[in-house]
């Protein structure tokens, strides 16, 4: 295992001080316990809190701004955040008009939210995600995953909540924006937790694993290798199938990097899968193209597709200031 780290223990506050450090006029640091949140924190708003394990960076913490969220909170890698960091951060952030706290569908982060809610004292509900429809159960959690859906989500919710919306109303939105998002990706390689230092799975050199997880979670099927156009055609399918898009419906479409495959990659997928939607009778309004949910080192992509509304495109539009994303 070759990584820039001076131990495994430090790893994750020593990155979040570095962020901070980064983006000090936009972002605040708590220690301990540990979560990043707004510098500036806008009054009378709904307070939008998410986290998990780290390692998928910049999910979270570099959605934290203007027009998105107002804290995350980063757990050791690939596991979930303490109850006691959400409920720190809920009661930094509140805003006097409650908290939602998003909340990607893994057994470990369900759990921890879970304890953090019955530890607040302020009004406060919780978004589930679960977007990823490689596989309906695994291992790592009950029902569907919540994966690279989690930054259209957090964006679309975050301008609702900027713009005044009241805290039913984020979490109807948030509800739609889920209900309304599938993924599946795609890892020709493993990623190397810090802790266990060695590949969290083996594939072979002409081999990927179709619906991995974020975590390196087994897929659907194990298969050679193939041609561009051919992978996201088998990632499209699922998708397609799973979303049931009438002909004509505009879509936001976004080819999320796992951490280890080179933007020419991830543009060459954009383009081949824009092309076949458009051969479906399908609009892509709006790309997100990037390394923006990752696992760690883990060479592969995945695809989301989003039913888009004109409320939806609206709020997509909308300003956003965060480390990794702003416009």
Request: charged share 20%; aromatic share 4%; net charge negative.
């Amino acid at each position: 295992m070759k990584k820039f780290i001076n131990s495994v223990d430090d790893l994750v506050p020593d990155s979040a001080a570095g962020l901070v450090m980064a983006h000090e006029q936009l972002l605040a640091l708590n220690e301990e316990p540990l979560f990043i949140h707004r510098r500036v924190l806008k009054q009378d708003r709904v307070a939008l809190i998410s986290g998990g394990g780290s390692g998928h960076e910049p999910l979270h913490s570099g959605y934290v701004g203007v027009g998105m969220l107002d804290a995350a909170c980063p757990g050791l890698v690939f596991t979930a955040p303490a109850p006691d960091q959400i409920a720190a951060a809920a009661r930094c952030v509140d805003a006097g008009r409650g908290v939602l706290l998003i909340v990607k569908n893994y057994a470990g982060d369900c759990n921890s939210f879970q304890i953090a809610s019955d530890m607040l004292d302020m009004d406060h509900l919780t978004l589930l995600v679960n977007d990823d429809v490689a596989v309906e159960n695994s291992t790592h959690t009950a029902g569907r995953r919540g994966v690279a859906g989690t930054v259209i989500v957090e964006k679309i919710v975050g301008a609702a909540a900027e713009a005044g919306a009241d805290l039913y109303e984020c979490k109807a939105l948030g509800d739609r924006v889920n209900a309304s998002t599938a993924s599946m990706g795609v890892a020709f390689s493993s990623c190397i937790v810090p802790d266990a230092a060695t590949p969290t799975f083996d594939i072979g050199p002409a081999e990927m694993e179709i619906g991995v997880g974020i975590h390196g979670e087994p897929g659907r099927q194990r298969r050679p290798t193939m041609p561009a156009d051919k992978i996201v055609a088998l990632l499209l399918g699922p998708i397609l199938k799973d979303l049931q898009l009438a002909a004509g419906r505009e879509l936001l479409l976004h080819v999320n990097g796992f951490g280890g495959t080179p933007l020419i990659e991830l543009h060459l997928l954009n383009k081949i899968a824009t092309q076949q939607l458009r051969e479906q009778g399908l609009q892509i309004k709006r790309w997100l193209v990037g390394n923006h949910t990752t696992s760690l080192e883990m060479a592969g992509a995945s695809i989301t597709l989003t039913a888009l509304d004109d409320e939806m495109v609206t709020l997509w539009d909308a300003p956003v200031v965060t480390p990794s994303l702003r416009w």
